[in-house]
């Protein structure tokens, strides 16, 4: 069963390191309905994400929903997983992932680094996640980047010393504002053609059959 942190805040017994947020709190305006609840495989985008942290080591997942809240916690309700309400959702992706790394600050123990992912990128899997993830645990870089096509950007990994960093993030400037601006200070791990926003039903349909029916 989820934890609605913000309402009711849980303290944590966990042992892992790494706390995952997963960014779900998005309108889907271009898709007309909730992209989070759309199919994918045996479950929707929203619960493959989940799963797919569930799959890594040393993470707790967290995820930040904000637009059609009733709606999409009825789908997370049947993970245990911490959800954080974003009530101001409208302000942007930088507003989630500052309140989201507010709320993972006053855990105990505290995190020594925080993974952020987007629920639109089914393609960036365990696998990739993982990767990412033994990156940052070799070599404690500050921030660990997923690049493709000559960008850098989530999933990625950005240790404790960037967290003030990400609690200042407003509006619509997200992760790759952060890391556009320490690009000393980032380790890459390489994402291929995984790399894959949905953002349209033209994008969904493409991707889910190309993914499920090839």
């Given at each position: 069963?989820?934890?609605l942190i913000g309402r009711v805040f849980m303290s944590n017994q966990s042992t892992n390191t790494i706390a995952h947020l997963i960014l779900a709190a998005g309108s889907s305006s271009r898709m007309e309905v909730p992209k989070q609840l759309l199919p994918w495989g045996q479950t929707t985008l929203i619960g493959h994400?989940?799963?797919?942290?569930?799959?890594?080591?040393?993470?707790?997942?967290?995820?930040v929903l904000g637009a059609?809240?009733?709606l999409i916690s009825e789908e997370v309700n049947s993970f245990s997983v911490s959800v954080i309400h974003n009530t101001d959702w409208q302000k942007g992706m930088g507003g989630s992932i500052s309140l989201g790394v507010e709320k993972i600050?006053?855990?105990?123990?505290?995190?020594?680094?925080?993974?952020i992912s987007l629920v639109d990128q089914p393609l960036l899997d365990a696998s990739h996640l993982s990767l990412i993830i033994d990156k940052y645990?070799?070599?404690?870089?500050?921030?660990?980047v997923s690049g493709f096509e000559g960008k850098n950007g989530v999933?990625?990994?950005?240790?404790?010393?960037m967290f003030d960093e990400l609690r200042s993030l407003q509006d619509d400037y997200g992760a790759r504002y952060i890391i556009k601006n320490n690009l000393p200070n980032i380790v890459a791990v390489n994402a291929g053609d995984k790399a894959k926003d949905i953002d349209t039903k033209k994008e969904y349909e493409e991707l889910i059959n190309k993914e499920f029916q090839e």
């Open positions: 069963m989820m934890m994400a989940i799963q797919q942290s569930f799959s890594c080591k040393r993470v707790d997942t967290f995820v059609n809240f009733d600050s006053g855990y105990d123990p505290l995190y020594e680094a925080v993974l645990c070799d070599t404690k870089a500050p921030i660990v999933p990625a990994i950005f240790s404790k010393v």
